[in-house]
T-cell receptor, first 114, second 114 residues
Framework: DGGITQSPKYLFRKEGQNVTLSCEQNLNHDAMYWYRQDPGQGLRLIYYSQIVNDFQKGDIAEGYSVSREKKESFPLTVTSAQKNPTAFYLC?????????????FGSGTQLSVL | AQSVSQHNHHVILSEAASLELGCNYSYGGTVNLFWYVQYPGQHLQLLLKYFSGDPLVKGIKGFEAEFIKSKFSFNLRKPSVQWSDTAEYFCAVKKGSNTGKLIFGQGTTLQVKP
């Protein structure tokens, strides 16, 4: 089945630790995105990538880093600089055609701080 | 900064009641508008979208939304809700000339009582 796979489903981070969230898609989509979902705040864009080896900061990129070495993969690292990392993280992908853009979402990763 | 505002955070309705969820955005240029839905335990998925043409758009499961440019609004409606419509609903806006960067509203939790 085609889709977006996020792993792990639950992740715990210790103080000062970097953690990496995985996102893999087999939809052959060029664009991939990371959103953070907090209660009452909706989804906020962290980073997005329109093409391999290129990515842009979203609205809340501080304390996060990404890479896009392969079309299928867009891992997100939550660094120790992110002071409030507890949230639900959603990865998405799309074919960025202006007239028919639709995001496909993964099932998410819940990150908590120990 | 561009923003998307959903007026209702939590809505409780009985089955067969009519639904209208408000969505307003602040960007003044050409926009593409979306409603996404997240059913309990499922991925976020597209409900409907507006790119151009008829401002009244119809989506899946009997939902529709009307784009009123003068009011910067894209309200979601359904004449008669069902228990299975219980979900979280997100309005999202993308600038017409900027591929990829979707701005989401805070979300509205709809609870339909059988």
């Amino acid at each position: 089945d085609g889709g977006i796979t996020q792993s792990p489903k639950y992740l715990f981070r210790k103080e000062g630790q970097n953690v990496t969230l995985s996102c893999e898609q087999n939809l052959n989509h060029d664009a991939m995105y990371w959103y953070r979902q907090d209660p009452g705040q909706g989804l906020r864009l962290i980073y997005y990538s329109q093409i391999v080896n290129d990515f842009q900061k979203g609205d809340i990129a501080e304390g996060y880093s990404v890479s896009r070495e392969k079309k299928e993969s867009f891992p997100l690292t939550v660094t120790s600089a992110q002071k409030n990392p507890t949230a639900f993280y959603l990865c998405a992908s799309s074919i960025p055609m202006r007239t028919n853009e639709k995001l496909f979402f993964g099932s998410g990763t819940q990150l908590s701080v120990l | 900064a561009q923003s998307v505002s959903q007026h209702n955070h939590h809505v409780i309705l009985s089955e067969a009641a009519s639904l209208e969820l408000g969505c307003n955005y602040s960007y003044g240029g050409t926009v593409n508008l979306f409603w996404y839905v997240q059913y309990p335990g499922q991925h976020l998925q597209l409900l409907l979208k507006y790119f151009s043409g008829d401002p009244l758009v119809k989506g899946i499961k009997g939902f529709e939304a009307e784009f009123i440019k003068s009011k910067f609004s894209f309200n979601l409606r359904k004449p008669s809700v069902q228990w299975s419509d219980t979900a979280e609903y997100f309005c999202a806006v993308k600038k017409g000339s900027n591929t990829g960067k979707l701005i989401f509203g805070q979300g509205t939790t709809l609870q339909v009582k059988p």
